[in-house]
């Protein structure tokens, strides 16, 4: 079972309004299954036809919490923003696993930041913290694999091993990336006031239905995490 994620008081500050659903999935003895639906190319067809009618300004929303830590959202944009780009340019998306094209619809379907996550890979619980500069980010740069830093005062998901995304919502490293179904997967859909809760509770469940498919018989853990005054409030549920 996982404990709620940590939240460090600054966050408050910098996005007082912060909601997000965290969702464990256990595969470790389920089936493997698969999508019945292309779930990314109909999300790809509805970001075209011009997405939900309050995306623009919860993208708008993120553009402006990245400003708050130091970030350039024009230069490195929230993964929302960035999958909704590259739709807009290209008109689809390539299909990468079945699992991160599962949540990349989930992202572009209700434009929100999506972040999908090898649990077993993690040390320690993720904690949503200010970067102090020196922890270790993987990642990869020109094709080679390399290891970095955030800059310091950079919002960043981390572990106890180090950054495990960087700016918030913006890159997630390779170290804790999921490369296939199975396993304990973590799932974090967050979203700012623009986004109305039943919209996130409608992304919680469009992920956990495609991961039902994806892994017939998994347990699924969810949990809402909001900051309010640097304090959290999380409430653990079972769905099964």
Request: overall charge negative.
């Amino acid at each position: 079972m996982l404990d709620f994620p940590l939240i460090d008081e600054e966050i408050a500050e910098i996005a007082p309004d912060f909601r997000a659903i965290s969702i464990l999935v256990d595969a470790q003895d389920s089936a493997r299954g698969v999508m019945a639906r292309d779930v990314l190319g109909e999300a790809c067809d509805f970001v075209r036809a011009g997405g939900p009618a309050w995306g623009e300004a919860h993208l708008a929303n993120w553009a402006e919490a990245y400003v708050r830590f130091g970030a350039k959202p024009n230069r490195t944009p929230c993964s929302a923003q960035a999958l909704k780009k590259r739709v807009e340019k290209d008109g689809r998306i390539p299909s990468i696993i079945p699992i991160v094209d599962l949540y990349n619809a989930v992202s572009l379907r209700f434009s929100i930041p999506v972040g999908g996550e090898n649990f077993d890979a993690y040390v320690g619980k993720p904690r949503l913290t200010i970067a102090v500069g020196t922890e270790s980010f993987h990642t990869v740069l020109n094709g080679d694999a390399v290891v970095e830093s955030p800059s310091k005062g950079e919002v960043i998901w981390r572990d106890d091993l180090g950054a495990t995304c960087r700016r918030w919502n913006w890159r997630q490293g390779t170290r804790t990336r999921l490369e296939t179904v199975g396993g304990r997967m973590w799932f974090i859909l967050e979203s700012l006031a623009a986004m109305p809760e039943e919209a996130l509770e409608g992304a919680a469940k469009m992920l956990v239905s495609g991961l039902r498919e994806l892994a017939p018989g998994c347990k699924v853990y969810k949990q809402e995490i909001t900051t309010a005054k640097a304090s959290v409030a999380s409430s653990d549920m079972r769905v099964g």
